[in-house]
């Protein structure tokens, strides 16, 4: 596997559902992104890792928790979820100050029904 | 004001033509400009980063800042139908960690 993996790659849940997406890169790098990407909107970012760290919260609501174990994976465990948080979900990684070089996965389509 | 406006098209072009593709911001702290890539289905691909003012090129792609109207500007020539993608532009302050994009301008490439 090379570059930035996300799984699954679709995603159907109900509102009582608790389900993770699941990030791994295989840059070598150290800073980790969840963005939320919704039709006709701008990329949203959500949360920053840095060396494991979490380095920004973009007054996301509680009901996304993310997770990075290592610098090499990153995780987004979703529980309660509201029909508007239906998007695709992207991950990124660069390295630490380099946030203008990001790789991006090629994302969760997550649908809440 | 949004930080970062772009339109978002859909831009048709005939395949050969120039492509001009743009973002104005409003925030003039911001010292990175990126442009991004996006095929249907998949996440967005780094085209280039200019730091400051001025021009960068790559191959067919040319990047260009204007600090002083707050205008950012990315060329393709001798476009082709596999260009054919969302263009996203993308903004960083020197220090910051939080990069802001645009809501992407679709575009169409026609053989």
């Known amino acids: 596997e090379t570059g930035v993996t996300q799984t699954p790659r679709h995603l159907v849940m109900g509102m009582t559902n608790k389900k993770s997406l699941k990030c791994e890169q295989h840059?070598?790098?150290?800073?980790m992104y969840w963005y939320k990407q919704s039709a006709k909107k701008p990329l949203e970012l959500m949360f920053v890792?840095?060396?494991?760290?979490?380095?920004e919260n973009n007054s996301v609501p509680s009901r996304f928790s993310p997770e990075c174990p290592n610098s090499s994976h990153l995780f987004l465990h979703l529980h309660t979820l509201q029909p508007e948080d239906s998007a695709l979900y992207l991950c990124?990684?660069?390295?630490?100050?380099?946030?203008?070089?990001?790789?991006f996965g090629p994302g969760t389509r997550l649908t809440v029904t | 004001q949004k930080e970062v406006e772009q339109d978002p098209g859909p831009l048709s072009v005939p395949e050969g033509a120039i492509v001009s593709l743009n973002c104005t911001y409003s925030?003039?702290?911001?010292?990175?400009f990126m442009w991004y890539r996006q095929y249907s289905r998949k996440g967005p691909e780094l085209l280039m980063y200019?730091?400051?003012?001025g021009n960068k090129e790559d191959g067919r792609f040319t990047a260009q800042v204007d600090k002083s109207s707050k205008y950012i500007s990315l060329f393709i020539r001798d476009s082709q139908p596999s260009d054919s993608a969302t263009y996203l532009c993308?903004?960083?302050?020197?220090?910051?960690?939080?990069?802001?994009f645009g809501a992407g301008t679709r575009l169409f490439v026609k053989a």
């Open positions: 990124a990684s660069s390295q630490p100050g380099q946030d203008y070089e990001q790789y």
């Open positions: 840059l070598g790098h150290n800073a």
């Open positions: 890792y840095n060396f494991k760290e979490q380095t």
């Open positions: 925030n003039s702290a911001f010292q990175y």
């Open positions: 200019t730091y400051s003012s």
């Open positions: 993308a903004i960083l302050n020197t220090g910051g960690f939080k990069t802001i």
